[in-house]
Every structure is written in structure tokens, then in C-alpha cells.
């Protein structure tokens, strides 16, 4: 059995290609390419390796904090 590390590219049967994101003796978890983060029984998940690149994800936009009309709008509303 093939020891994974966090990073690793790996192809599961029913969702396909994606990345190890955490592997310990209990739970490894994977973020699909195509079905996001999913976590499996570390000992019974069937993985194989691929050379396979990650596609390139869209950075995460930050909440923009709120302008000083909008807070002034937000005090005078709470009164």
C-alpha cells in the first residue's frame, strides 16, 4: 500500500481527479477537481496515482468591508 502525503494528485473511481488535501492512519480527505472536498475511510478508499495537473482555481474574493456613507446608513437605521 502506497504511502499518499498532503499535495499528492490522485484518481478515485466515482469522483475522479483530485488533490490530497489531509491523510492520517483514520480519514483522508480530497479535493475533487469536479466535486469539491470529500473525506473517506483511510483504509478502505481505493486511490491511484496521476500525473494529471490541478486546474487552475479562481482566487477567493475578500468581502469588502463597508464605506463610511454606508456605516453612517447602518447607525442611523439602528436608531
Known amino acids: 500500500m502506497k504511502a499518499w502525503t498532503k ?3 490522485v ?3 466515482t ?3 483530485g488533490t490530497l ?3 492520517n492512519e483514520h480519514h483522508t480527505v480530497i479535493d475533487f477537481d469536479e466535486h469539491g472536498r470529500r473525506t473517506f475511510a483511510t483504509r478502505l ?3 491511484q496515482a496521476t500525473s494529471e495537473p490541478a486546474p487552475a482555481k479562481a482566487p477567493r474574493k475578500r468581502a469588502a468591508k463597508p464605506k463610511a456613507k454606508d456605516k453612517d446608513k447602518a447607525k442611523e437605521a439602528k436608531t
Open 7 to 9: 499535495g499528492d494528485r
Open 11 to 13: 484518481v478515485q473511481a
Open 15 to 17: 469522483y475522479g481527479a
Open 21 to 23: 488535501v489531509e491523510v
Open 45 to 47: 478508499v481505493v486511490l
